[in-house]
T-cell receptor, first 116, second 114 residues
Framework: DADVTQTPRNRITKTGKRIMLECSQTKGHDRMYWYRQDPGLGLRLIYYSFDVKDINKGEISDGYSVSRQAQAKFSLSLESAIPNQTALYFC???????????????FGPGTRLTVL | GDSVTQMEGPVTLSEEAFLTINCTYTATGYPSLFWYVQYPGEGLQLLLKATKADDKGSNKGFEATYRKETTSFHLEKGSVQVSDSAVYFCALSKSSNSGYALNFGKGTSLLVTP
């Protein structure tokens, strides 16, 4: 089984709809991240969380919100989807601390979201 | 702010050709440097990394050396295979308020033909 899973894998929705993307991990990591990938732009950080009580905005948080329901679960919501939020969304995790390996992130398979 | 610049693709090579994908970075302090690979339809996987100057990361025949004097982390492979066709991302990470959030380049698409 994959260590980092994302649901759904694909989603088509309409402008104005509320959408939730879910991420679960079995790696036991404390840190979790949401990125979006757009062609030619690489990955950009939306939100990140160090533990269930810690949520932080990333580079492009406008139009998004997140919820850290448990150490293993981190959800991304689009309250009112718009077409320029059409992208590939990735969840990632990393271990807490400052030692060897703590700077490495592990990615889920991605969710392809299309907003019409 | 910190940033990563990598060569634009797509790069098309014949099987067994030599591969170089250039990556340079701008950062204060001492970042760790990474290459991630994204195979078609999949998420990103760590390919290799280096955490300090002159370190060489290597994996699956790929290598990259952390060059602080030229702020570079170029990816190389001596003989590419069709299965290496993927998008390659250079990234940096350093301790900050966001933990170790990655700062990515835009990605370089590689196509290897038989």
């Amino acid at each position: 089984d994959a260590d980092v899973t994302q649901t759904p894998r694909n989603r088509i929705t309409k402008t104005g709809k509320r959408i939730m993307l879910e991420c679960s991990q079995t790696k036991g990591h404390d840190r979790m991240y949401w990125y979006r990938q757009d062609p030619g732009l690489g990955l950009r950080l939306i939100y990140y969380s160090f533990d269930v009580k810690d949520i932080n905005k990333g580079e492009i948080s406008d139009g998004y919100s997140v919820s850290r329901q448990a150490q293993a679960k981190f959800s991304l919501s689009l309250e009112s989807a718009i077409p320029n939020q059409t992208a590939l969304y990735f969840c990632a995790t990393s271990p807490l601390g400052a030692g060897e390996g703590t700077d490495t992130q592990y990615f889920g398979p991605g969710t392809r979201l299309t907003v019409l | 702010g910190d940033s990563v610049t990598q060569m634009e693709g797509p790069v098309t090579l014949s099987e067994e050709a030599f591969l170089t994908i250039n990556c340079t970075y701008t950062a204060t302090g001492y970042p760790s440097l990474f290459w991630y690979v994204q195979y078609p339809g999949e998420g990103l996987q760590l390919l290799l990394k280096a955490t300090k100057a002159d370190d060489k990361g290597s994996n699956k025949g790929f290598e990259a050396t952390y060059r602080k004097e030229t702020t570079s982390f170029h990816l190389e492979k001596g003989s590419v295979q069709v299965s290496d066709s993927a998008v390659y991302f250079c990234a940096l990470s350093k301790s900050s308020n966001s933990g170790y959030a990655l700062n990515f380049g835009k990605g370089t698409s590689l196509l290897v033909t038989p």
